[in-house]
């Protein structure tokens, strides 16, 4: 089972990006998707998540700004970043709770190897 991510790079102050997480091999079922970010000399922190139902849970600085998708067909995550700020400049890290197949069943949480987001000021 493989995570790969995509999208970041230099964004405007006010402008967007787009990150896209996807997951490969033998997936059985992805539970909860979610992203995190994390910049230098902090702790990783919760971006926004999704749980198996669809439901959205969004940090404070991440509401009404940044919105969160799901497809469960494609095994893809996506984190549209709206209304960029330069204190929005991180390493956003793509995070899945994957039941997988093989000779019988397991769970496994996957992380991503992160993208980068700047945002100059």
């Known amino acids: 089972v493989r995570l790969v991510e995509s999208g970041g790079g230099l964004g405007l102050p006010g402008g967007s990006l787009k990150l896209s997480c996807t997951v490969s091999?033998?997936?059985?079922?992805?539970?909860?998707m979610a992203w995190y970010r994390q910049t230098p000399g902090k702790e990783r922190e919760l971006v926004a998540s999704?749980?198996?139902?669809?439901?959205?849970n969004y940090a404070d600085f991440a509401q009404g700004r940044f919105a969160l998708s799901r497809d469960g067909a494609k095994r893809t995550v996506t984190l549209q970043l709206n209304r960029l700020k330069p204190e929005d400049t991180a390493v956003y890290y793509c995070n899945q709770e994957i039941v997988y197949y093989g000779v019988s069943y397991g769970y496994v949480e996957l992380w991503g190897k992160g993208t980068v987001v700047s945002v100059p000021s």
């Open positions: 999704s749980a198996s139902d669809g439901t959205a």
């Open positions: 091999g033998n997936v059985y079922r992805v539970r909860r």
